[in-house]
C-alpha cells in the first residue's frame, strides 16, 4: 500500500475508532450555519480528440445555513482554482440535501455520518460559467469527502473533481433524553 493511501487509512480509522468513545453524535443538519474549507482536486475535459485533458485543482471557502433542520442547507461558494495553466476565481451558490444518516446497529443508534446530495454553480473570473452536483460523505459533524461534476456550458467543458473539506463549526451536544 502507498504511503499516501496508508495514511488516509489510518486517519479515517482514527476517526471510526474515536467516535465509538465518545457519546451519541448529531449528524443532522442543525440550526444555525457551518463554514467549510474545501481542498479540490480533478481534471476537466471536452471529451474530444482535439482537446486535451487538465488538471485543476482548488482551494474554496463554503459557508452554508440550514434553512429546513435536518435536511436542508443553503450557502455560497468562493474560491481559487487552478485550470488551464493558469488561477481563476470562482464564486456561486451551493445546496446540500441530506439523503441519509449512517448508523451503527448499536443500541444506542451512534451516527457517525450522513449523505448528501450537493447542488452548486460558480462563475470564474476566466468566463467559466458551470452547474453542476454531486455527492457528499459528512463524517463526524468535521471531515466531508465528496465527488462533483460540473458542466462548463460558455466553455463547452466538464469539471471532474474529487474534495475534502474540514467543517468549521461547534458541534451540539446532546442532553440525554431520560435525566
Request: zero cysteines; aromatic letters at 10%; hydrophobic letters at 40%.
Amino acid at each position: 500500500m502507498p504511503i499516501k493511501t496508508g495514511a488516509l487509512v489510518s486517519i479515517l480509522l482514527l476517526f471510526f475508532l474515536t467516535a465509538g468513545a465518545q457519546k451519541r453524535q448529531i449528524t443532522e443538519f442543525t440550526k444555525g450555519g457551518i463554514l467549510l474549507v474545501k481542498l479540490n482536486n480533478g481534471f476537466t475535459t471536452g471529451f474530444g480528440a482535439h482537446t486535451p485533458d487538465l488538471y485543476t485543482g482548488g482551494l474554496a471557502l463554503t459557508p452554508q445555513v440550514t434553512v429546513v433542520p435536518n435536511r436542508l442547507r443553503l450557502g455560497a461558494n468562493g474560491g481559487i482554482v487552478y485550470n488551464n495553466k493558469q488561477l481563476s476565481g470562482l464564486f456561486g451558490p451551493v445546496a446540500a440535501l441530506k439523503l441519509t444518516d449512517l448508523r451503527t446497529n448499536k443500541p444506542m443508534a451512534l451516527a457517525f455520518g450522513n449523505l448528501q446530495l450537493l447542488a452548486e454553480a460558480n462563475w470564474g473570473t476566466h468566463h467559466q460559467r458551470m452547474a453542476g452536483g454531486g455527492i457528499g460523505l459528512e463524517l463526524l459533524q468535521k471531515i466531508q469527502l465528496g465527488l462533483t461534476t460540473q458542466r462548463d456550458y460558455h466553455l463547452n467543458r466538464w469539471w471532474f473533481q474529487s474534495f475534502i473539506a474540514y467543517q468549521f463549526n461547534k458541534t451540539k451536544k446532546i442532553k440525554p433524553q431520560f435525566e
